[in-house]
């Protein structure tokens, strides 16, 4: 009997769990866009530090991330052996515009991202060397990056189609273009970087932070890829798990695709 009774107990607190979270997901018009923003703006900071086990829906804060390799104008070579990324559930969404009839959305999403880890750090360019006196940049330790106000602009075809009886959004992020701007600025910290056999942490962030916009020009594209992927991963997901009945007033049955 004590048995039936825990599995019972584990089916009931599973489902609640399920129901209670879609249940507190306001439902908009699929044609009003600022409500559609704050639902959103709702799903990703309520449920990014916890994720949804139910609906196979991760964390999404922090993110981690291991062995990205990134070069700065092909003369530095970077590589996160081991890191993490804080700051999506802050995420803004600073415009949101849905055209269910042109099955078209455009997104602009503004993030303050904190990028921290292990890292690895070495350059052969000859033009490094050359001006640094024949110095060469290496190192290995932990290290941080602050990105202030780095905005996605996102433009893609999306529509509505039919699923075992039920009808969900989906959306076509690589038929679709996006742009990338940072209205902040790039903040640098490291440890154990070398000048030739010289440690020069201090010297070498310094440097870097004084020149964060040359630097954002090298590898702002780098940054803003990645942290596009982690939204289309996390967005993709949701919206293939979640009917849209669970979040759209309308009725979608005449846009849907079967």
Not at 83 to 108: L, W
């Amino acid at each position: 009997m004590s048995v039936k009774i825990i599995l019972l107990y584990g089916f009931c607190v599973f489902a609640f769990a399920k129901c209670a979270f879609v249940d507190t997901i306001p439902k908009c018009s699929i044609k009003d866009n600022e409500c559609l923003k704050k639902v959103y703006v709702k799903v990703i900071s309520s449920i990014g530090k916890n994720g949804i086990p139910e609906y196979d829906l991760p964390p999404i804060d922090p993110v981690v991330l291991k062995d990205i390799s990134l070069s700065v104008a092909d003369l530095v070579d970077i590589t996160l052996i081991e890191g993490i990324v804080k700051g999506i559930t802050g995420c803004d969404f600073k415009k949101f515009a849905v055209d269910i009839e042109k099955e078209r959305s455009q997104t602009d999403i503004a993030c303050d991202l904190v990028v921290e880890g292990k890292y690895k750090v070495s350059s052969s360019s000859p033009l490094i060397k050359n001006f640094l006196n024949g110095s060469s940049i290496h190192g290995e330790g932990t290290g941080k990056v602050e990105l202030q106000k780095i905005i996605l602009k996102l433009d893609y075809p999306f529509y509505a189609f039919k699923r075992d009886g039920e009808i969900f959004l989906k959306c076509d992020y690589k038929a679709g273009k996006y742009d990338y701007e940072i209205l902040g600025k790039l903040k640098f910290e490291a440890d154990n970087l070398y000048l030739g056999e010289k440690e020069s942490s201090k010297e070498i962030v310094e440097l870097m932070n004084n020149n964060w916009k040359l630097i954002a020009a090298g590898v702002g594209r780098q940054f803003a890829d990645r942290a596009l992927d982690i939204y289309v991963d996390y967005s993709s997901k949701f919206f293939d798990k979640v009917p849209a009945k669970q979040y759209i007033a309308d009725d979608l049955s005449s846009y849907a695709r079967s």
